[in-house]
Structures are given as C-alpha cells and as structure tokens.
T-cell receptor
Framework: GAVVSQHPSRVICKSGTSVKIECRSL??????MFWYRQFPKQSLMLMAT?????????EQGVEKDKFLINHASLTLSTLTVTSAHPEDSSFYIC???????????FGPGTRLTVL | AQSVTQLGSHVSVSEGALVLLRCNYS??????LFWYVQYPNQGLQLLLK??????LVKGINGFEAEFKKSETSFHLTKPSAHMSDAAEYFC???????????FGKGTKLSVIP
C-alpha cells in the first residue's frame, strides 16, 4: 500500500505555455501533499504544502501565482506551472502523507523541459 | 530549526565492501530522521526511519542506521555493497511540529566491481 503516482512522467513545452502535473495517492487518502523541485545533481527543495480543501502554503521564494497548487480531493493534487520559462525546467516530485503515519510517500517525479 | 548535513557528496566503495554514508543533524527537539534512496530519474524510496524508538534502525536492502544523540549523527551503513546499491542517498528530518521534510544535499554512492 501507500502508492503515489504522477502524471505525466515527462513533459516538454514551449516557453510561455502552462503545464499541469497531477499527483495521486492510489490506495490511501492523503491528508497532506507536498511538492518539491529538484535541479540536476541537487537535493529536493520543498515548494509548497497543501491540505485538502485548503490553500497551499508556499515556501519562501516560491511564486504562488506561477506555481498554482490545487488539492481538490483527498487523493489528488495538481501543480500548474504557468507561463513556463526555460529556468522552470526541473524535476518535480510530489509526496503524500497518510493520516496516522509519520512519513511521506513519494511519487516517481515529472521531468519538465521548457524550450 | 531542524537541519541535516551529509558529509561527502560522493562516496565510492568496492563491491562487497562496507558502505558508510554520514549524516549529522541539528534539532531543538527529538528529531524524526529518514534515509531515502533515489535512482536516476526516479522518485524517492524510503530506506529507514528513526522515530524515537530503538536507536538502531534496520531498513530495506540490508541497510541500517544508528541514532547517536551524543554525536548528533544518524549514519547509514551496509556491511557489503552490491552493484545495485549505486544511487543517490538523502538524509532528511521532519521540521519541528510538522510533517515537512528538510533534506540533506545528498551523497552519490558508486560501487566499483
């Protein structure tokens, strides 16, 4: 149990377009979901934390108008990168916390390339 | 604030040799500590976690870690390295009062045949 999926796994888009990434908890209800970005050969940096039905809490320095997060249900959170630019190219990873568990379960990641 | 420091961005060991990946933590409260492994272009897989129970924690794939409060360390070990252990390893800690994770910078493990 505790499987998290992401879709798509890889996306290439043109500069100025918007891209939506989905994160789903497949076999549990996620009270909280987290979004990270990871640049090549670097660690994971937390972008935002979202609770179902609430506005996401963004980390300092993360533009909330550029990285829109929606957590509409207990099994789905989406990250939309608006007006993407080449510097937004990165590996985006989501994770989910299952109620009563003191750990996060990670998705497989989405590789975004902005041309 | 809670933080972790991983010593050594790259560690190379011979196949069959001991693996030791170092992690030191800084925390104002008893920490929850984690070790994750990441293979190229994949998400993170939990190896093991310390949640204030036993100080010696056994994880998957033969890995274990020992929580040492006196040394503020949580080093990851495996007695005998396998080629499949080659990956990036991250130490992480929960931020106080939350389930948000702060990660170390990672250590890339190479296994030499």
């Amino acid at each position: 149990g505790a499987v998290v999926s992401q879709h798509p796994s890889r996306v290439i888009c043109k500069s100025g377009t918007s891209v939506k990434i989905e994160c789903r908890s497949l076999d549990f209800q996620a009270t909280t979901m987290f979004w990270y970005r990871q640049f090549p050969k670097q660690s994971l940096m937390l972008m935002a934390t979202s609770n179902e039905g609430s506005k996401a809490t963004y980390e300092q320095g993360v533009e909330k108008d550029k990285f829109l997060i929606n957590h509409a249900s207990l099994t789905l959170s989406t990250l939309t990168v608006t007006s993407a630019h080449p510097e937004d190219s990165s590996f985006y990873i989501c994770s989910a916390r299952r109620g009563g568990y003191n750990e996060q379960f990670f998705g497989p990641g989405t590789r975004l390339t902005v041309l | 604030a809670q933080s972790v420091t991983q010593l050594g961005s790259h560690v190379s060991v011979s196949e069959g040799a001991l693996v030791l990946l170092r992690c030191n933590y800084s925390s104002s409260v008893p920490p929850y500590l984690f070790w994750y492994v990441q293979y190229p272009n994949q998400g993170l897989q939990l190896l093991l976690k310390y949640t204030s129970a036993a100080t010696l924690v056994k994880g998957i794939n033969g890995f274990e870690a020992e929580f040492k409060k006196s040394e503020t360390s949580f080093h990851l070990t495996k007695p005998s390295a396998h080629m499949s252990d080659a990956a990036e390893y991250f130490c992480a800690v929960f931020r106080a009062g939350s389930y948000q994770l702060t990660f170390g910078k990672g250590t890339k493990l190479s296994v030499i045949p």
